[in-house]
Nanobody, 118 residues
Framework: QVQLVESGGGLAQPGGSLRLSCAGS????????TGWYRQAPGKERELVAA???????NYADSVKGRFTISRDNAKNTVYLQMNSLKREDTAVYYC????????????WGRGTQVTVSP
């Protein structure tokens, strides 16, 4: 049984930072691409960042230069470091796997809320 568990969300001020984690069980991130998506109220879900099985990061234009995706194979965990947060980054963030370019994976986590507010 595959489980993806997100953590690390919370409240941050504009310009602040948060680091999200996605811990996987029943799936090996070292051979599986992983994506971070987000959905804000009233908006469609969008891809924020993803890391391929070979470790290449992909980013939405809106977060390039501010967010960094990384992976710890030993912990089977994928991270999303979010810096210079903006109010428009407020959303529920979801982990998705196995991800590949152009295709969402079958498995989703339950999400973690990120709120950026003074």
């Amino acid at each position: 049984q595959v489980q993806l568990v997100e953590s690390g969300g919370g409240l941050a001020q504009p310009g602040g930072s948060l680091r999200l984690s996605c811990a996987g069980s029943g799936i090996f991130f070292s051979i599986s691409g992983t994506g971070w998506y987000r959905q804000a109220p009233g908006k469609e879900r969008e891809l924020v960042a993803a890391i391929t099985s070979s470790g290449i990061g992909n980013y939405a234009d809106s977060v390039k230069g501010r967010f960094t995706i990384s992976r710890d194979n030993a912990k089977n965990t994928v991270y999303l470091q979010m810096n210079s947060l903006k109010r428009e980054d407020t959303a529920v963030y979801y982990c998705n796997a196995p991800w590949r370019v152009g295709a969402e994976g079958r498995y989703w986590g339950r999400g973690t809320q990120v709120t950026v507010s003074p």
